[in-house]
């Protein structure tokens, strides 16, 4: 089971030894970054600052920050098992068999998908338990983190941003950063890769102000879900009821009609106005480990703040990687590997490394079928979402574990005649890539580095792989106290 609140996630990891509170007085201004960034650097545990200088409320950090600890936020032992049931429903999409018998087999997935739909309450939520409006509202109470030197002010990070489109009413959940400017006043980094940058346009063109709330804590799958790149259409709470095997809560905001988690600490109320001019927002110390710099963005006006009693300010840093996000883009990365397989069937598994910062380094396993395989996939990747955005593919053969980046590049680099094996091509690129020839612009590399086929032009005797016998591996097992040799 899933944890139904950022509360409950916090009780588990204090039981379960992966959370250490934090009573020593700290400030929220580059103090919280330099522990947490030691911590996430050794993968270490989950962190509750119960005495953030300036601020009521306590600041937990790292709640995702292990492979351990990302399954727990899920609900599961292991992030594959999440990715097994997708596998499972998706094997709607082939049809059912013949016979009754065939369509009864499906009734239990039809069902489990029918308990997704988020359910909305009317009152009694626990994010309304305290309000503030009007001169009540303060930003500066909330413990924000001015996380690097150059940073250009306190960044709410952990978000779940809210905004509909005003024409067809399609609403969006994402984890875009928040910028606070003053006690009412906000920045809204959206890029313009992003659903809430469409639904800003789209209020331009009608000239409507824009209604943003954005959300802070909520339940562990909820959370992850505003992360999660999810194909057009499917709703951020509908994923999260999936991860969750049950609905999500929500409950309508107080001074506008965007419905929110009702199991979330806090919650910002606002809006942006597309009529007045953009604010510069940043520089940021972004996950790329690089600044990425000041540009302008919309204003958020904060109409009300509601929360929990005693609530949770859930946080996270990003910088020069491995980061607590390393999870998050992890967890993505197993369950929805399914996805990828249904357009891609010849695929075995891919890894996308910490060191890529998600989308620069993508390697792809295969099963390859017929010369010139590898490009096919490797162009087909290039065009699945947010894919696209990658700068370097490299396609290995079925055999290589892909999730062992040390053996990945052994055999690519083994592999691999750069002129014949590599292609370059442009297209569009991640707005935080600093090296692109243009912003948002660039060129991208797709590398062949599965064993060569004479059709191929390859000629010569391809090598096999230098591996001991499994006779002799299980020998050595069997003797090795016997040796006296430690393995530590």
């Keep these: 089971m899933t944890p139904n609140n950022l509360q409950e ?29 030691r911590v996430m650097k050794r993968t270490g545990p989950a962190l509750l600052f119960h005495d953030v200088k300036g601020s009521d409320h306590p600041l937990l950090i790292n709640a995702f920050g292990s492979k351990k600890r990302m399954a ?53 939520a626990p994010c309304q338990e305290v309000v503030y409006r009007g001169d009540e509202i303060d930003l500066e109470r909330l413990p924000v983190q001015t996380c690097w030197p150059e940073d250009g002010g306190p960044f709410v990070t952990l978000t779940m941003v809210h905004t509909q489109d005003l024409e067809n009413g399609e609403k969006n959940a994402g984890m875009y950063r928040v910028q606070r400017f003053d006690k ?15 639904h800003f346009e789209k209020a331009k063109k009608l000239g409507q102000k824009l209604p943003v709330a954005v959300t802070l804590g909520g339940d562990p799958a909820t959370i992850y879900s505003a992360s999660a790149p999810l194909p057009p259409g499917i709703s951020e709470f509908v994923f999260a009821g999936f991860l969750r095997k049950e609905p999500v809560k929500l409950v309508k905001c107080l001074t506008n009609d965007l419905e929110v988690p009702a199991e979330a600490e806090i919650v910002i109320e606002g809006y942006a106005d597309p009529e007045e001019p953009l604010t510069l927002e940043g520089p940021f110390g972004d996950h790329t480990g690089f600044y990425s710099l000041a540009d302008y963005y919309p204003a958020m006006h904060v109409t009300a703040v509601t929360m929990r009693r005693n609530a949770i300010y859930p946080s996270t840093i990003v910088g020069r990687p491995p980061m607590e996000d390393a999870w998050l883009g ?9 996805l990828a397989k249904l357009t891609l069937p010849e695929i075995v598994n891919y890894h996308l490394p910490p060191e890529g910062i ?28 947010l894919m696209s955005l990658s700068k370097m593919i ?35 690129i991640d707005v935080l890539d600093h090296s692109s020839r243009a912003f948002s612009y660039g060129s991208k590399m797709i590398v062949d580095a599965t064993k060569k086929w004479p059709e191929e032009g ?31």
């Design 184 to 198: 009412k006043t906000a920045g809204l980094h959206w890029q313009r890769h992003k659903t809430g940058a469409a």
């Design 394 to 428: 490299v396609v290995l053969d079925s055999d290589v574990n892909v999730e062992d980046v040390s053996e990945a590049w052994w055999v690519t680099l083994n592999n691999i005649d750069p002129e014949r094996d590599i292609r370059m091509m442009p297209g569009p």
């Design 458 to 488: 390859f000629t010569r005797e391809w090598p096999e792989k230098i591996e001991m016998s499994d006779e002799i591996k299980r020998l050595v097992d069997e003797k090795w106290e016997r040796y006296g040799i430690p393995l530590d």
């Design 72 to 124: 727990s936020a899920l609900g599961v032992e292991d992030l594959n098992e999440i990715g097994a049931r997708i596998e499972e429903l998706l094997g709607l999409t082939k049809g059912p068999g013949k016979g009754l018998m065939a369509k009864l087999q499906l009734l239990p997935r039809l069902y489990e998908v029918s308990k997704f739909p988020p359910r909305t309450v009317s009152r009694g």
């Design 358 to 385: 998600f989308h620069n380094l993508v390697f792809v396993s295969i099963d390859k079928q017929y010369p010139g395989h590898a490009f096919k996939v490797g162009a087909g990747m290039l065009g699945m979402g």
């Design 330 to 338: 992890y967890a993505t990365e197993r369950i929805f590997l399914p």
């Design 9 to 37: 996630f916090v009780s588990e990891l204090r039981k379960a030894g992966e959370l250490v509170d934090v009573r020593e007085p700290v400030s929220a201004k580059f103090e919280i970054t330099e522990i947490a960034d």
